[in-house]
């Protein structure tokens, strides 16, 4: 059963903010949130993950909210390369068993020049 | 750092063959995981594998079988191949615990 429901389809203007949003309302205590992207016929590629805190890398910022129960993947400046399917999953942290990789149906991500 | 490499990326057979898929994980990295992914499915785990034993096993059929050798590389075997084979098979590596995917050998049967 889905974990993460996102919306099918996102559009965003280059050099926007893109904010990808993800609901995980029956997250466990012990399991975080991960976010990977999958540009077409490639393999996914890890974006960011966080448990409760906010997150940032030199790819992207995830906010997660105080319950824990949403989240949201923040593209600062979005390019056309940024265009890709987005996957938020939850699992449990880097001690988990690869097992527990499950993407559901993300949400398309078109950067729009 | 190489990254994890996938051998072939394409191919194409008929039901009934068997096929054999290559592995080489990024240097250093011990654990091997593979998956499956179908437009009507999603991302569906096949194995895990770390210092060359079985640590986890998906939901397929015996017909789905894998292995890692001693230098970490991984294959992954599907015999008797079905139309509904046909998938992206991707092919993960990890050190403490983050996946990096290769690019995926794309299999159609037909």
């Known amino acids: 059963d889905a974990k993460t429901t996102q919306p099918p389809s996102m559009d965003c203007a280059e050099g926007r903010a893109a904010n990808l949003p993800c609901n995980h309302s029956t997250i466990s205590g012990n399991e975080y949130v991960y976010w990977y992207r999958q540009i077409h016929s490639q393999g996914p590629q890890y974006i960011i993950h966080?448990?409760?805190n906010n997150e940032t890398n030199e790819m992207a910022s995830l906010i997660i909210t105080e319950d824990r129960k949403s989240s949201t993947l923040i593209l600062p400046h979005a390019t056309l390369r940024d265009t890709a399917v987005y996957y938020c999953i939850v699992r449990v942290g880097p001690s988990g068993s690869a097992r527990q990789l499950t993407f559901g149906s993300g949400t398309q991500l078109t950067v729009l020049p | 750092k190489a990254g994890v490499t996938q051998t072939p990326r394409y191919l194409i057979k008929t039901r009934g063959q068997q096929v054999t898929l290559s592995c080489s994980p990024i240097s250093g990295h011990r654990s091997v995981s593979w998956y499956q992914q179908t437009p009507g499915q999603g991302l569906q785990f096949l194995f895990e594998?770390?210092?060359?034993?079985?640590?986890n096993k998906g939901n397929f059929p015996g017909r789905f079988s894998g292995r890692q050798f001693s230098n970490s590389r991984s294959e992954m075997n599907v015999s008797t191949l079905e139309l509904g084979d046909s998938a992206l098979y991707l092919c993960?590596?990890?050190?403490?615990?983050?996946?990096?995917f290769g690019e995926g050998s794309r299999l159609t049967v037909l």
């Open positions: 594998y770390f210092s060359e034993t079985q640590r």
């Open positions: 966080g448990l409760k």
């Open positions: 993960a590596s990890s050190l403490n615990g983050e996946l990096f």
